[in-house]
């Protein structure tokens, strides 16, 4: 670390360093490499630039910025990361606590089955009985009720006043708008507005689609049964493990990239005791030690994670290197997502299945209907879920009245009945929701430029690749999605391109 006095520039040379040494330790925490992330001592050894003393200069900086300046635009992104740290620095050791349990905390089921926290999704996803997803989905509730949930609730308590405490802006909402450069108003009311437009559709093809695929009642179905139902077992035999990571490589090649960006790349995809279930990217040292992690579920859910995290993998190790620290490592994560998503979009594209998965031409409409149900459960999710957090973090609703409205807004837009023991644990911390759903907005509009600029079939045009790595990926996450959108095609993000494709496949 730099003994130099506190400026903007050291703040860049330490934070960086910070930034890789948490990086790392939370990669290899949630990787299942070691138990719990060592995140304290890390904090500590940088107190110098996470302070009272680095969040006051990152202010005056911002504050002495011109709106609409370059300055203005990194300065907000250092303040974002100064105020974060406020709350993630108090917070480390109780990360530290839920990090631990996560990888130590064991489901018992009424069977006598002793299944790992980590794995319980999995379990659910594949298990065919609706009988016994009920079962352990009853012990994996009760557990989290009892130890993970107040946890998560204090942890979300303590984040919402250390961080309205630093008079940033009048209440977390204010202070998280300022910071991020996107309107929750807006948002949120796109969101009520998407969920009011696809009502009837949802009405109209839930009942059947579930009734026909696990055979259950849609209003007698959980969460846990979601995972059962978008697992989508009948579709294996076209999504075989062993071709997954070869055929994936193979597209990434022929558009012009090379998946491994020179090594910088590392694909962690197997089994492994303790890893989590939930597929991560983890760009350590951007752009040049970025990690894939995937632990397998099986059949189209594998192929469609690896996409995703590919997306974000492909981004950080594209960025351009002369891009300051705040703009690698930091920024509108809206716009990693979106390439995320531009990637697991490639999973409602006929020709893309047709050319690197099992699937044929006859069974692609199958498949797509599928994936389009798919995609307006998880919008709608999504949708309610941002409506919620925005009550959580707003303050206007109690704590204690919290759970209710998470079950009320969630099983309304699902038809899935949700629990209130996940009122807090279904939740991804300082509005990573509203990042999501600009991600899918965005990747609407990047796909219809792509095929503007390189056809249908842009995912094979070796002119594409190039074009992908410099005008997007190399730009790191210096734009905001919708200035990005504005950038690259002249448009606006919103819902109604995604409205129009789930209804294409949806037939």
């Not at 992690?293 to 099986?298: A, F, K, S």
């Not at 206007?396 to 038809?415: F, G, I, Q, R």
């Not at 899918?440 to 056809?455: A, G, H, I, K």
């Not at 995912?459 to 990926?473: A, D, E, H, I």
């Amino acid at each position: 670390m730099s003994a130099a006095p506190l400026s903007i520039e050291r703040l860049r040379q330490d934070g960086e360093r910070f930034l890789v040494e948490l990086s790392r330790e939370f990669y290899e925490a949630h990787a299942g490499l070691k138990p719990t992330a060592e995140l304290q001592p890390i904090y500590h050894r940088y107190r110098a630039i996470l302070g009272e003393g680095a969040l006051e200069l990152t202010r005056d900086y911002f504050q002495s910025s011109a709106e609409g300046s370059e300055e203005r635009r990194s300065a907000r992104v250092l303040l974002d990361w100064q105020v974060e740290s406020q709350s993630s620095r108090q917070l480390a050791a109780q990360d530290e606590r839920e990090i631990a349990w996560e990888s130590e905390a064991v489901v018992r089921v009424e069977d006598g089955r002793q299944i790992p926290y980590q794995a319980v999704s999995i379990e659910l996803g594949n298990s065919t009985d609706p009988a016994e997803r009920a079962m352990i989905e009853r012990a994996r509730r009760a557990l989290v009720e009892k130890e993970l949930a107040p946890l998560k609730r204090e942890r979300f308590q303590r984040e919402r006043d250390i961080t309205e405490s630093l008079d940033i802006a009048d209440g977390y909402n204010a202070t998280w708008e300022q910071l991020s450069g996107i309107s929750l108003a807006s948002l949120r009311a796109e969101c009520e507005a998407f969920l009011r437009d696809t009502q009837a559709m949802w009405d109209e093809v839930a009942p059947s689609f579930v009734k026909k695929a696990i055979g259950m009642n849609i209003r007698e179905m959980s969460r846990a049964d979601a995972l059962a139902l978008f697992r989508a077992r009948e579709f294996d035999e076209y999504f075989p493990a062993n071709r997954m990571d070869a055929s994936i490589r193979k597209q990434v090649r022929e558009m012009g990239i090379d998946p491994d960006a020179a090594g910088r790349v590392r694909y962690d995809i197997g089994e492994r005791e303790g890893k989590r279930s939930r597929a991560f990217c983890s760009p350590v040292q951007v752009p040049d030690e970025v990690y894939l992690v995937l632990r397998p579920h099986g059949g189209q859910t594998d192929w469609n994670t690896y996409l995703h995290e590919l997306g974000h993998a492909l981004h950080f190790a594209y960025m351009r290197p002369d891009h300051p620290m705040e703009f690698r490592y930091m920024g509108d994560n809206s716009v990693t997502e979106g390439y995320a998503m531009l990637f697991d979009h490639l999973m409602q594209d006929p020709g893309w299945l047709q050319r690197y998965t099992g699937l044929e031409k006859r069974t692609t409409p199958a498949f797509l209907h599928s994936a389009g149900f798919e995609e307006l459960h998880f919008l709608r999710r999504y949708s309610a879920k941002l409506i919620y957090e925005t009550q959580l973090y707003g303050g206007a609703v109690s704590w204690d009245a919290l759970p209710d409205l998470y079950v009320d807004l969630l099983t309304s837009a699902t038809t899935f009945q949700y629990a209130r023991a996940d009122a807090f644990v279904d939740v991804d911390p300082r509005y990573y929701a509203a990042r999501y759903l600009r991600a899918w907005q965005l990747q609407s509009v990047l796909t219809e430029t792509l095929v503007e600029r390189y056809d249908a079939d842009w995912w094979r045009n070796p002119r594409c690749g190039p074009w992908v790595m410099q005008s997007l990926f190399g730009e790191a996450q210096r734009e905001l999605a919708h200035e990005q959108a504005q950038r690259v095609s002249g448009k606006t993000l919103g819902f109604a391109p995604l409205v129009r494709s789930i209804e294409r496949m949806l037939g």
